[in-house]
T-cell receptor
Framework: EAGVTQFPSHSVIEKGQTVTLRCDPI?????LYWYRRVMGKEIKFLLH????????ESGMPNNRFLAERTGGTYSTLKVQPAELEDSGVYFC?????????????FGPGTRLLVL | GDSVTQMEGPVTLSEEAFLTINCTYT??????LFWYVQYPGEGLQLLLK?????DKGSNKGFEATYRKETTSFHLEKGSVQVSDSAVYFC???????????FGRGTSLIVHP
C-alpha cells in the first residue's frame, strides 16, 4: 500500500512568488491534515479536511495560505505571495477516520525555502 | 496552553551507547503522549505512545514511561544503532483531539 506522498520534496523561491504544494493521501483516507515546522521549531497544525470539506482551519497563519481538496482526493496548499517567514517543512498526513495523531500517517514533507 | 519541551540536539552517540532524550510537558488535562521518529527522507512515524499515567510505551527497543508527577515522557534505548539516526519528536494530544502539540524535535546521530 502506498503511503502519503508529497510533491515537490524541495522548493526554493523568491519572496513574493507563489508556490503550490501537493499532498496525495493514502487511498481511501477521508481525513487529510496539513502541518508546518518552521525553522527547527515545533510542528504546528494548519488545517484538516474531511473529504473535500475544511473541518478545521484554525491553524492557518494568514490569508496568504489557501488549501484545497477538490474531489476529496489529493490536496494542494498554495502560498501567495510567499514571505521569508514561510520557510520550513510542510507535512501532510492522512487517516481513515478523524482521530488523534497516533493513527495519522505522515508524508515526508516538502522543504520550502523563501529567499 | 499545552506545550512540549524537548532537549536540544543534536545528540551524538557511538553505536551501542545508552540513549535518553528528555521530554516534559504542560497540559491542562490528562493528555496522551507520543514519540514520533523521522528517518532521513521519510515521513513522521509513530514510535510509541502512552495514554495514562505510569503506562510504558515500547517499540523497536525504545521505551518511554508516562510520569504524571514529573510531567515527563523521556525516551530511552539501551543500545543504539547507526540505523537509529533520525529526528525524534515528543508530542501530546488531549481528549482524543487530532490537533497535537509537538516539541521541537531532537536530532540523534549515531556513529559506528
Amino acid at each position: 500500500e502506498a503511503g502519503v506522498t508529497q510533491f515537490p520534496s524541495h522548493s526554493v523561491i523568491e519572496k513574493g512568488q507563489t508556490v503550490t504544494l501537493r499532498c496525495d493521501p493514502i487511498s481511501g483516507h477521508d481525513n487529510l491534515y496539513w502541518y508546518r515546522r518552521v525553522m527547527g521549531k515545533e510542528i504546528k497544525f494548519l488545517l484538516h479536511f474531511v473529504k473535500e470539506s475544511k473541518q478545521d482551519e484554525s491553524g492557518m497563519p494568514n490569508n496568504r495560505f489557501l488549501a484545497e481538496r477538490t474531489g476529496g482526493t489529493y490536496s494542494t496548499l498554495k502560498v501567495q505571495p510567499a514571505e521569508l517567514e514561510d520557510s520550513g517543512v510542510y507535512f501532510c498526513a492522512s487517516s481513515q477516520v478523524s482521530s488523534a495523531i497516533g493513527t495519522q500517517y505522515f508524508g515526508p514533507g516538502t522543504r520550502l525555502l523563501v529567499l | 496552553g499545552d506545550s512540549v519541551t524537548q532537549m536540544e540536539g543534536p545528540v551524538t552517540l557511538s553505536e551501542e551507547a545508552f540513549l535518553t532524550i528528555n521530554c516534559t510537558y504542560t497540559a491542562t488535562g490528562y493528555p496522551s503522549l507520543f514519540w514520533y521518529v523521522q528517518y532521513p527522507g521519510e515521513g513522521l512515524q509513530l514510535l510509541l505512545k502512552a495514554t495514562k499515567a505510569d503506562d510504558k510505551g515500547s517499540n523497536k527497543g525504545f521505551e518511554a514511561t508516562y510520569r504524571k508527577e514529573t510531567t515527563s515522557f523521556h525516551l530511552e534505548k539501551g543500545s543504539v544503532q547507526v540505523s537509529d539516526s533520525a529526528v525524534y519528536f515528543c508530542a501530546l494530544s488531549e481528549g482524543g483531539s487530532y490537533i497535537p502539540t509537538f516539541g521541537r524535535g531532537t536530532s540523534l546521530i549515531v556513529h559506528p
